[in-house]
């Protein structure tokens, strides 16, 4: 490649935002909230529907797993592009960047089968109604979890076995605030068409293709839920839109970013901010504001951390007055 040194390199300088003081304030306090508050409401997803015996179902223990993947994905990057924000000299090294494109893709392919697994569910439960604990029982639950987590482990090892033993050159400067396979690539010192479409293909044509299939599966459900005139019905709709909503925040990213990943585009590094952090904190709120059984749950949630708080209280206070 022309202009480049073929020295070996084994760390590479993360460009990052912006070298203004006062937008890395900013942008500071920008990514602490929202990723404090997607950690805070994804785990409190998660322990709202482990500790609530109402939500024992095949329905939120998919929900519970893809919060808990949602605090995973959320914090493969985002702490030390927090942590980035106001050093000099923005450094990562070779292989703490393979990790972080390892566990990218581990954890945002396994959600991305969650997705799949959960579009499934809805459609048992609105299509085959009579049939759905039969179907969607427990161990069909920890089946899908375990096929989740091999599927996107052989994704992942897939991708990165393209990329793990390729030269690379000087400048070694990413145009980015993490590591990922389109920007990684463009810094080999070897013809990367090839890398270019394998990463496409792995990456992009399956995000686009499982996007459209959910869609279509989406209306056939919607077309499904449209005969029925109950609350019960009603309740349903409310569901698939919010899942409809949640699967266009997690694939609209992907397939912009993979499927023409390589022209640098003004909207890059948004779609990766919105990706990395924006749509898992999204999630619960997204899965919460029209669900009354959430609500409920929580609030009984609430209600017994303040009542164990009260008693506390008062315990310690009736040791003090009898001492």
Same mark, same amino acid.
């Given at each position: 490649?022309?202009?480049?040194?073929?020295? %070996?390199?084994?760390?590479?300088?993360?460009?990052?935002?912006?070298?203004?003081?006062?937008?890395?304030?900013?942008?500071?306090?920008?990514?602490?909230?929202?990723?404090?508050?997607?950690?805070?409401?994804?785990? !409190?997803?998660?322990?709202?529907?482990?500790?609530?015996?109402?939500?024992?179902?095949?329905?939120?223990?998919?929900?519970?797993?893809?919060?808990?993947?949602?605090?995973?994905?959320?914090?493969? $990057? #985002?702490?030390?592009?927090?942590?980035? !924000?106001?050093?000099?000299?923005?450094?990562?090294?070779?292989?703490?960047? *393979?990790?972080?494109?390892?566990?990218?893709?581990?954890?945002?392919?396994?959600?991305?089968?969650?997705?799949?697994?959960?579009?499934?569910?809805?459609?048992? $439960?609105?299509?085959?109604?009579?049939?759905?604990? #039969? =179907? &969607?029982?427990?161990?069909?639950?920890?089946?899908?979890?375990?096929?989740?987590?091999? *599927?996107?482990?052989?994704?992942?090892? $897939?991708?990165?076995?393209?990329?793990?033993?390729?030269?690379?050159? %000087?400048?070694?400067?990413?145009?980015?605030?993490?590591?990922?396979?389109?920007?990684?690539?463009?810094? #080999?010192?070897?013809?990367?068409?090839?890398?270019?479409?394998?990463?496409?293909?792995?990456?992009?044509?399956?995000? &686009?293709?499982?996007?459209?299939?959910?869609?279509?599966?989406?209306?056939?459900?919607?077309?499904?839920?449209?005969?029925?005139?109950?609350?019960?019905?009603?309740?349903?709709?409310? #569901?698939?839109?919010?899942?409809?909503?949640?699967?266009?925040?997690?694939?609209?990213?992907?397939? =912009?970013?993979? %499927?023409?990943?390589?022209?640098?585009?003004?909207?890059?590094?948004? !779609?990766?901010?919105?990706?990395?952090?924006?749509?898992?904190? &999204?999630?619960?709120?997204?899965?919460?504001?029209?669900?009354?059984?959430?609500?409920?749950? &929580?609030?009984?949630?609430?209600?017994?951390?303040?009542?164990?708080?009260?008693?506390?209280?008062?315990?310690?206070?009736?040791?003090?007055?009898?001492?």
């Amino acid at each position: 490649m022309d202009g480049r040194n073929h020295s %070996v390199v084994s760390e590479f300088l993360l460009l990052g935002f912006t070298s203004s003081w006062k937008m890395q304030i900013l942008l500071f306090l920008f990514f602490m909230i929202f990723y404090i508050a997607s950690m805070l409401g994804n785990l !409190l997803m998660v322990l709202t529907i482990i500790s609530d015996h109402p939500l024992h179902s095949p329905r939120y223990f998919l929900l519970a797993n893809l919060s808990f993947r949602d605090t995973g994905v959320s914090s493969v $990057a #985002t702490p030390k592009m927090i942590y980035d !924000l106001f050093r000099k000299c923005k450094v990562i090294s070779l292989k703490d960047c *393979i990790t972080q494109m390892f566990f990218i893709h581990t954890v945002g392919g396994a959600e991305m089968v969650l997705l799949i697994v959960m579009a499934y569910d809805r459609y048992i $439960a609105i299509c085959k109604p009579l049939h759905y604990l #039969t =179907i &969607m029982s427990l161990r069909v639950c920890i089946l899908f979890w375990a096929v989740a987590w091999t *599927i996107c482990l052989i994704h992942s090892v $897939a991708q990165l076995a393209f990329v793990e033993k390729l030269p690379f050159c %000087v400048p070694n400067k990413m145009d980015s605030f993490y590591c990922d396979c389109p920007r990684f690539i463009k810094l #080999t010192c070897t013809d990367t068409y090839r890398l270019e479409f394998l990463v496409t293909a792995n990456s992009g044509f399956i995000s &686009m293709g499982t996007f459209f299939i959910l869609i279509v599966s989406c209306i056939f459900i919607l077309v499904t839920v449209r005969k029925h005139s109950s609350g019960g019905s009603s309740k349903a709709l409310s #569901t698939l839109l919010a899942h409809v909503t949640v699967v266009v925040f997690f694939f609209g990213p992907c397939i =912009i970013v993979y %499927v023409w990943p390589f022209p640098t585009l003004p909207i890059d590094k948004f !779609l990766a901010i919105f990706d990395a952090l924006i749509t898992h904190f &999204m999630n619960p709120i997204i899965y919460t504001f029209r669900n009354k059984e959430m609500k409920v749950a &929580m609030s009984r949630v609430f209600g017994k951390v303040l009542s164990l708080r009260k008693s506390s209280f008062m315990h310690r206070l009736g040791n003090s007055s009898s001492s």
